[in-house]
């Protein structure tokens, strides 16, 4: 089992910065890939960004190259979601989730979800 926790939504202006915390308990936190996921008001839930075990693979979506960093603390239990240059289609409900057999990449199986944390983007 693994419990996730996401902390560090919230309101910002466009142009603005958020770094988002998933702090993860349970399972030895080293031994799986992570993920986080959005999903905006009338739209299917997306990748976001993804993050090996060790921290040596990430892979993004296309939407947030070069804007977004995901990286992890395993002495911590920790991956985070660096934001920087928002934009309002930003605008969503965030998501960690464990990938227990992965890299995670976007097309592989998530396990374990967090409840999520609203980050809104205004323009």
């Known amino acids: 089992q693994v419990q996730l926790v996401e902390s560090g939504g919230g309101l910002v202006q466009a142009g603005g910065s958020l770094r988002l915390s998933c702090a993860a308990s349970?399972?030895?936190?080293?031994?799986?890939?992570m993920g986080w996921f959005r999903q905006a008001p009338g739209k299917e839930r997306e990748f976001v960004a993804g993050?090996?075990?060790?921290?040596?693979?990430?892979y993004y979506a296309d939407s947030v190259k070069g804007r977004f960093t995901i990286s992890r603390v395993n002495a911590k239990n920790t991956v985070y979601l660096q934001m920087i240059s928002l934009k309002p289609e930003d605008t969503a409900v965030y998501y960690c989730?464990?990938?227990?057999w992965g890299r995670g990449a976007p097309n592989e199986s998530y396990h374990y979800w967090g409840q999520g944390t609203q980050v809104t983007v205004s323009s």
């Open positions: 989730a464990a990938d227990l």
């Open positions: 993050i090996s075990w060790s921290g040596g693979s990430t």
């Open positions: 349970g399972r030895t936190f080293s031994s799986y890939a």
